[in-house]
């Protein structure tokens, strides 16, 4: 059993990283080949919705529209979209979307996205020890105070729960939280600690990476990058050892309402977001997905969820 949900683990991985271009049809080959190059615009900036029904993605085709004069909004090219499994982009296809302020296209399996309840289960100090039912489980990780327990509580929708892993003697545990009686959110140690000693941090990269590497139930890792900044060493690195690893990720940019530049190292969230992928992207055979968010407006706290179900009902059905 456990061999097997391994295997459909990493049937998954090896598809989410080396996934052929799916097919397209002759008119949107087409298109493809002429506009691949060309510059689209995501739509960044577009206001967060606060309800998941009102979660509107966005045609694809709107991508090719000329963008509105703004200098924060991010670029992008077709090639960078993350397209699922069993997803076909055409352009001219109207119910072909794409998650606001990400770029990820919505699938058939983004369905059942809401949190209707949540409850934290158990803090583990292993891979071996974590909870054993087999429910898809995702993981949240980032370097300390970029804000997971602020988006762990936005997502379920509950203002403390979070502060359970923040317990003492939890926050060096891996944190088991069951959402709706069928998934898992995972809070992971936070990493980037400036005052823990040097074999400590050690540690808790070893425990981490076991845990990457064993868990067979790990749909996605979502890392947390704060946008409100310039990228770090230590998140490149996290990102990086992730992509060789062939671990599936997404990155998850938080603090995206912090637009003050001067206090913020020089940079709108947009820039970093853009700069981040760049510093990147050589470690990662395809695009990995990635999405806007604040936990002080809630921008995309509905994009994710929906990511999560579409990537959670894939794996539940291979
Ligand atoms: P953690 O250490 O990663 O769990 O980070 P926290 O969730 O405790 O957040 C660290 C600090 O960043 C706190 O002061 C939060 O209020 C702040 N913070 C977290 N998320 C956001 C956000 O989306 N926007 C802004 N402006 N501040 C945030």
Redesign the pocket.
């Known amino acids: 059993m456990a061999v097997l949900a391994h295997f459909q683990k990493l049937q998954f991985s090896a598809f989410l990283l080396t996934r052929a271009q799916p097919p397209l049809s002759s008119l949107s080959r087409q298109f493809n080949s002429t506009l691949c190059s060309k510059l689209y615009r995501l739509p960044a900036l577009i206001r967060p919705q606060s309800a998941l029904s009102a979660a509107e993605p966005i045609p694809v085709s709107q991508l090719l529209e000329p963008p509105p004069p703004a200098e924060t909004q991010s670029p992008i090219t077709l090639d960078k979209l993350f397209i699922p499994p069993e997803t076909q982009v055409s352009l001219e296809d109207p119910t072909t979307r794409v998650l606001k302020g990400s770029n990820i296209v919505l699938s058939k399996y983004a369905r059942d996205a809401q949190v209707v309840q949540a409850e934290f289960v158990k803090s583990s100090v292993r891979t071996e020890d974590c909870p054993s039912d087999g429910s898809p489980e995702f993981a949240l990780v ?10 762990l509580n936005s997502l379920v929708r509950r203002k403390k729960l ?1 502060l359970t892993s ?1 317990k003492p003697g939890k926050t060096q545990c891996i944190n088991h939280f069951r959402i709706n009686e069928s998934w898992f959110l995972v809070d992971l140690p ?1 990493y980037g600690y400036a005052s823990a000693p040097h074999e400590c941090r050690t540690d808790w990269a070893k425990f981490t990476k076991d845990y990457f590497l064993n868990r067979s139930t790990l749909v996605s890792v979502f890392l ?1 990058i704060d946008a ?1 900044i310039p990228a770090k060493k230590i998140d490149l690195e996290y990102a990086s050892w992730l992509g060789q690893n062939q671990i599936p990720m997404t990155i998850v940019f ?5 637009r003050k530049k001067k206090k913020n190292g020089g940079k709108h969230p947009e820039e970093n977001v853009n700069d981040f992928q760049e510093l990147i992207r050589g470690y990662f055979q395809t695009t990995p997905p990635w999405i806007m ?5 809630n921008q995309g706290r509905d994009e994710i969820l929906l990511h999560m179900a579409q990537l959670r009902n894939y794996w539940l059905k291979h």
């Open positions: 980032g370097r300390s105070n970029v804000g997971k327990s602020s988006l979070a923040k936070g947390l409100s938080t603090k995206c309402d912090k968010t604040s936990s002080v407006t």
